[in-house]
């Protein structure tokens, strides 16, 4: 849809805004809205157990639509009201969330309460969102970004009337909600898409390429498998599983570039990710020649959250090593088992249930070697495995290729959803007659 402009324009003299409607007025937040600075309470009147009013510290509490709060106090120290807007002032700054009711509000929150007579609430929200940039820009602090009240107090707002500031801000709601959708419907997409995923790795890891009738393993986890399929522990196939470890220092001897140290965050089941990589000085990795990890090595998640995202290490891969949380699986060269087929193997849905029921039988947020080695797999014949791997690789590259799409499609309605919102507040379109 292509939007009319407004009649006459003024410049604002701020970069970020740019010329508005002549017949808009400039104000400082703080005379139109009230902007209250959280304070956080004493540690012993902070609890989890319901008691008090919800209490936020921060935007990791921040909902889609309001706050999920996994804190209350006793003693109410500062609080927002129904109709305030949220905002994150430490990293990341800026995010937003809409005061369904009172909460209490520590450091890491302002609430901004509308003055109603000059404001639509909907509109400023509108506004301050648009504000994230700026706010970042006015950040400071080494530890982590923050802003403070002051800086959000006097962040330049220029108003419409209030019917103008209601209809844009109708406009948005309607729009964003459609645009929402839009990203809603492409999130489900690349679920389904992931699970496509699985689905096929663990049909074709442990049931072939040739439609062979089945036998029962007798193994609960990895149910019925080819006939002509051996079946054996992954011990008597690798020749090592041992973890790595974290050097004495931990993260203070990181250095800028050396010796690639990988941890659980850089292991992920479609292969190694290596955005935030560390790296270690050549002296360090001469300690911990034990946990350097060789091109073909499986690479399992043993502790946290991560646990059993696995991958292998590619070919030609450079030297690294990894700490205490990642697992080496190491096959001989000359094994029956394929490096390729047992990552597909321990990326598929029975080795995923059986390292869950580890952790719920045993209590314990780890996996053992023990645990791992002791870990029943499929053993089809060498051909058979690569016919496996390669069918497996051609047909996850072809739902890569519509995950990547639909984060594509993501990324460019979020920029239109950003544009959109800039340029109704900033009156760089004219929606009166179309609210």
Not at 110 to 116: K, L, N, Y
Not at 306 to 316: A, E, H, L, Q
């Amino acid at each position: 849809m292509k939007y009319s402009p407004y009649k006459n324009y003024k410049n604002s003299g701020i970069e970020w805004i740019g010329n508005i409607p002549s017949e808009w007025i400039d104000y400082r937040l703080k005379n139109i809205a009230n902007v209250i600075a959280g304070q956080s309470p004493h540690s012993s009147d902070v609890n989890q157990e319901g008691l008090g009013i919800p209490f936020l510290q921060g935007c990791a509490e921040f909902g889609f639509k309001t706050p999920n709060p996994l804190n209350w106090c006793s003693s109410e120290v500062k609080s927002s009201r129904k109709g305030d807007w949220l905002i994150s002032v430490r990293a990341p700054v800026g995010e937003m969330n809409f005061s369904d009711q009172s909460y209490g509000i520590g450091r890491g929150v302002a609430a901004i309460r509308p003055i109603v007579d000059k404001t639509h609430p909907g509109f400023l929200g509108y506004f301050l969102k648009n504000s994230i940039d700026y706010l970042n820009s006015v950040s400071t602090g080494s530890t982590f970004k923050a802003v403070s009240a002051d800086d959000i107090s006097t962040i330049k707002v220029y108003l419409p009337s209030i019917q103008n500031q209601g209809q844009i801000a109708d406009f948005l709601d309607r729009e964003i909600a459609k645009i929402n959708e839009l990203i809603q419907n492409q999130e489900k997409l690349i679920e389904h898409l992931e699970e496509s995923k699985q689905a096929t790795i663990s049909e074709l890891s442990t049931k072939g390429t040739s439609g062979a009738t089945l036998k029962n393993s007798n193994d609960i986890f990895l149910g019925h498998i080819p006939n002509l399929w051996g079946i054996s522990k992954l011990k008597f196939f690798a020749e090592k599983v041992s973890s790595g470890k974290t050097p004495s220092g931990g993260g203070s001897v990181y250095v800028s570039s050396g010796v690639m140290f990988l941890r659980s965050q850089n292991i992920y089941d479609d292969g190694l990710r290596l955005d935030d990589v560390v790296y270690i000085s050549k002296e360090i990795d001469k300690d911990l020649s034990s946990s350097r990890v060789s091109p073909n090595d499986v690479l399992l998640n043993i502790t946290g959250a991560s646990i059993g995202r696995t991958c292998i290490v590619p070919k030609n891969f450079s030297a690294a090593n990894v700490n205490q949380h990642v697992c080496i699986i190491r096959v001989p060269e000359k094994s029956l088992l394929s490096p390729a087929y047992l990552s597909m193997l321990l990326k598929a849905s029975f080795s995923k249930k059986y390292f869950d029921y580890i952790q719920n039988g045993s209590g314990r947020e780890g996996l053992n070697f023990e645990q791992i080695r002791n870990l029943t797999i499929p053993v089809p014949p060498l051909h058979e495995q690569e016919k496996i791997v390669c069918a497996i690789s051609k047909k996850l590259e072809k739902i890569d290729i519509l995950v990547k799409a639909a984060y594509a499609s993501i990324s460019l309605l979020k920029e239109r959803r950003s544009s959109l919102i800039s340029a109704a507040v900033t009156g760089k379109i004219n929606v009166r007659g179309l609210a």
